[in-house]
């Protein structure tokens, strides 16, 4: 099989196009994929670390506001349909395969001039602009939420799958669940926190942490921090004017990255996070509680729909953005942790929306495509 897959700019595009990238190769080892993407995203660095090789055309979403850099972007992603439609015609695909972003409309016209097979894959509840506009071209669109469907019409073939993730439910023991939480510096007599907001970090939330911890309001359980590689010296920084050691803190751990996150989200008691769509799935596959700061100002305020799917089962707390301060968050926090039936049920709610056996799904509608398209 021949796979041309376009995703660019977020790890929320790019990483969903690695897991469907692997899904194939291992299922049809003698598969042949290329990525496509731009000069400017993290796919520089995702792709090529993956082992895929990386082609590269100009392409930018547009805004409606007229202006000179408008109409010099319009130019360019033009350009880049001719440059898609050179790799399309080079590489001779089986299918083309689009995750979402601005990639995806000279990709995918460039794959239906040359009668291409398209697939597209939608993360969010709320489908991105690119899916919504290319949903007429597409021959059939996989969604990660049910509630997406409806939201997009025009497509011949919407089909739920899920979103395909590296972090998988584990069942530690005693021994192993302690070993993780000794790595990190933590023990086992205090419920742990899981605490992130993405890979770049988040600000508000950083902000909130900095306040419990100057407060020392974390008495009753133990945080596991994740930054963000651009805010860890920011915050060290921050603390130290409040005398404040970041490798000393009673009851939490500040890491810049969690690289082992997999091992830390199955052992956490809570997850405190943004809702993007990964974070929601692997928060359902491993039945955890969670509360939620919505990311704003995000096209169609998609965090905030992905966030609902957890909410209206009972397994979520949603906290807005510009509402968020330490002492809310500690409060909430502690409504969870403290009330052992209550953790207990968010958890078992939060896995009646997990989805089962999504790789194969995956594989079985990009197969159908190839195999009619042969």
Not at 324 to 337: A, D, P
Request: aromatic letters at 4%; a positive charge; hydrophobic letters at 40%.
């Amino acid at each position: 099989m021949k796979v041309i897959i376009a995703a660019a700019g977020t790890a929320g595009h790019i990483n969903p196009a690695l897991s469907i990238a692997n899904i194939i190769k291992e299922k049809e080892k003698n598969s042949k994929i290329i990525f496509i993407g731009t000069t400017r995203g993290l796919e520089n660095d995702l792709v090529p670390r993956a082992g895929y090789e990386l082609k590269t055309i100009d392409a930018y979403g547009l805004s409606k506001e007229i202006s000179i850099d408008n109409l010099k972007k319009i130019c360019k992603t033009i350009k880049g349909i001719g440059e898609a439609k050179k790799i399309v015609k080079e590489f001779k695909p089986d299918i083309v395969i689009g995750t979402g972003g601005y990639i995806c409309g000279a990709t995918v016209l460039a794959a239906k001039a040359n009668k291409i097979p398209v697939l597209l894959h939608e993360s969010n509840a709320f489908p991105g602009m690119a899916i919504k506009m290319l949903s007429k071209k597409a021959d059939t669109i996989l969604v990660s939420f049910k509630d997406a469907i409806e939201r997009i019409p025009n497509c011949k073939n919407v089909v739920f799958t899920g979103t395909p993730v590296k972090v998988k439910k584990r069942n530690y023991s005693i021994n192993e669940k302690l070993k993780i939480i000794n790595s990190v510096g933590l023990n086992k007599a205090k419920p742990i926190i899981l605490i992130f907001g993405g890979s770049q970090g988040a600000q508000k939330i950083n902000e909130a942490l900095i306040e419990i911890i100057e407060q020392k309001k974390n008495k009753n359980y133990q945080i596991i921090w994740a930054t963000g590689p651009k805010q860890f010296e920011i915050i060290k920084l921050e603390l130290q004017k409040k005398d404040i050691n970041i490798n000393d803190i009673s009851n939490c751990k500040i890491l810049p990255y969690i690289y082992n996150m997999e091992e830390i989200e199955n052992i956490a008691d809570v997850v405190v996070a943004r809702s993007g769509a990964m974070t929601i799935t692997e928060i359902a596959n491993l039945s955890k509680p969670s509360i939620l700061i919505p990311l704003p100002n995000v096209s169609n305020d998609h965090q905030m729909y992905n966030a609902k799917v957890l909410e209206k089962v009972g397994a979520a707390k949603i906290i807005k953005n510009n509402e968020l301060t330490g002492s809310l968050l500690n409060s909430e926090i502690e409504k969870i942790v403290l009330d052992k039936e209550k953790c207990l049920k968010m958890g078992e709610n939060a896995y009646k929306v997990s989805n089962k056996n999504v790789e194969e799904k995956i594989y079985r509608e990009i197969d159908k495509l190839v195999m009619r398209g042969k």
